[in-house]
Nanobody, 123 residues
């Protein structure tokens, strides 16, 4: 069974950090670009960041640039999202997704999705 599982979410104070993990089972991530998306209550799902399969190049949306870092460890079949300087507006369910194609923060092309992990930034 092909599966992506996110972990690492939780409650953190503004200015704090979290590291999300996305682990794949049933397939290897080597040939997939991985994206991180988030969805806040009452809002549409938005792309946050992605990392390519070929050269590890990355992309970030402006709202997280300089605060979030995406990385991958193909040996562990996992991708990570390090989130620093968290803000209340980062509160959302975070999803990872895999696409056998180009890195993109557009959700449509992605083939596989995880179930999500809740991130809450609040004092």
């Amino acid at each position: 069974q092909l599966q992506l599982v996110e972990s690492g979410g939780g409650l953190v104070q503004p200015g704090g950090s979290l590291r999300l993990s996305c682990a794949a089972s049933g397939f290897t991530l080597d040939y997939y670009a991985i994206g991180w998306f988030r969805q806040a209550p009452g809002k549409e799902r938005e792309g946050v960041s992605c990392i390519s399969s070929s050269d590890g190049s990355t992309y970030y949306v402006d709202s997280v640039k300089g605060r979030f870092t995406i990385s991958r460890d193909n040996a562990k079949n996992s991708v990570y999202l390090q989130m620093n300087s968290l803000k209340p507006e980062d509160t959302a369910v975070y999803y990872c997704a895999a696409v056998r194609g180009a890195c993109t923060v557009v959700a449509g092309p992605y083939d596989y999705w995880g179930q999500g992990t809740q991130v809450t930034v609040s004092s």
